[in-house]
């Protein structure tokens, strides 16, 4: 897999400037030595994220890859897709990424043909920030306290 430490930095400074418009706070880690690259607050409640640069997969799929590194939710709460394609940031909590790959995907629900195909398609409504956090709450995910 290709790394270029420019494109990892462009897609940090990207997804920052995304939650900064949003109203959170942002904040760098200092140094290397981190599994996440940011930190975010949302009224006093701090979550690491891992800042991924998404790729396009046919058509409105994206996805992530996390190549030989294995996040657990010790040390990263949510994996951040970005993209330098016209989509919105898509955020996946760590405690639902199975696997090396994480898919999300941007066509219009009405456009999928199937319930079921709705409900496996890993809709960027469902990984908008604001709703990954929830799920980091929920029974899905073991309490990170």
Do not use: W
Request: contains cysteine; charged residues 25%.
């Amino acid at each position: 897999m290709n790394h270029n430490p420019r494109q990892g930095e462009k897609s940090e400074l990207a997804v920052a400037s995304e939650l900064m418009s949003q109203g959170y706070g942002v904040s760098f880690p200092f140094g290397h030595n981190y599994q996440y690259d940011l930190i975010v607050d949302t009224d006093g409640s701090l979550y690491r994220v891992q800042v991924k640069t998404a790729k396009q997969e046919g058509g409105n799929r994206y996805f992530i890859q996390s190549g030989s590194n294995h996040y657990d939710e010790a040390h990263v709460d949510l994996l951040a897709g970005y993209s330098e394609d016209d989509v919105p940031v898509f955020f996946v909590p760590v405690c639902e990424a199975t696997g090396r790959r994480q898919r999300v995907t941007y066509t219009d629900l009405d456009q999928m043909g199937s319930d079921e195909n709705r409900d496996r398609a890993n809709h960027i409504s469902e990984y908008r920030f604001e709703q990954a956090v929830k799920r980091t709450q929920t029974e899905s995910c073991p309490d990170q306290d």
